[in-house]
């Protein structure tokens, strides 16, 4: 499975751009790339997902570099809701029991800390 | 946010009795999965379910079964609990096909003592 790697803690002052990076070089062609979040003690929250081209919605916008092998998720605005751990993940289609799914393989993520 | 609920939301129990933790979602999702979060671990796959009366193990079910009678509904049975198996306990949904977003639940914290 491909491995990311991410560092892991960032601070970002509240109103600024948060920028976090993701390495995830062995990434094969058909893999996506998925970013979650988790807020203390709720459950992991969708953020964002891409394959090869950048991605935008309501919450944040993806950057993916040309060779695929890292990615950037930009929180534009960032507010002390914020404050949570964020997950990449390159998201394996493992098969078994005859049908397909996505394996999600969740690794320690980025604390990121918003101040005020 | 997606339709998932999980109860109980917080349990504590002893070495060797049975437990069984619930998921419902009112989204009609057919793929419906159930991880464990423990630290140092992140989260990791303990069954799935592709459809009604279909599972399948994943990366760490040894010690848990599961059960789903009805599209909406996903049972996780600790037969025997062990405080191995003190955890927060996620479930998610994805949509008709498995390779869709995967959006989980509030959690249900578990307390084997």
């Known amino acids: 499975d491909a491995k990311t790697t991410q560092p892991p803690s960032m601070d970002c002052a509240e109103g600024r751009a948060a920028n976090l990076p993701c390495n995830h070089s062995?990434?094969?062609?058909?893999?996506?790339v998925y970013w979650y979040r988790q807020i203390h003690s709720q459950g992991p929250q969708y953020i964002i997902h891409?394959?090869?081209n950048n991605e935008t919605n309501e919450m944040a916008s993806l950057i993916i570099t040309e060779d695929r092998k890292s990615s950037t998720l930009i929180l534009p605005h960032a507010t002390l809701r914020d404050t949570a751990v964020y997950y990449c993940?390159?998201?394996?289609?493992?098969?078994?029991?005859?049908?397909?799914?996505?394996?999600?393989?969740f690794g320690q993520g980025t604390i990121l800390t918003v101040h005020p | 946010d997606a339709g998932i609920t999980q109860s109980p939301r917080h349990k504590v129990t002893e070495t060797g009795t049975p437990v069984t933790l619930r998921c419902h979602q009112t989204?009609?999702?057919?793929?419906m999965y159930w991880y464990r979060q423990d630290p140092g671990h992140g989260l990791r796959l303990i069954h799935y379910?592709?459809?009604?009366?279909?599972?399948d193990k994943g990366e760490v079910s040894d010690g848990y079964s599961v059960s789903r009678s009805k599209t909406e509904d996903f049972l996780l049975t600790l037969e025997s609990a062990t405080s191995s198996q003190t955890s927060v306990y996620f479930c998610?949904?994805?949509?008709?096909?498995?390779?869709?977003?995967?959006?989980f639940g509030p959690g249900t914290r578990l307390t084997v003592l």
């Open positions: 998610a949904i994805s949509g008709t096909g498995g390779r869709d977003t995967q959006y």
């Open positions: 062995t990434i094969s062609g058909n893999e996506y």
């Open positions: 891409g394959l090869k």
């Open positions: 993940i390159v998201r394996v289609d493992s098969n078994a029991g005859g049908t397909s799914y996505g394996k999600l393989t």
């Open positions: 989204e009609n999702h057919r793929y």
């Open positions: 379910s592709y459809g009604v009366k279909d599972t």
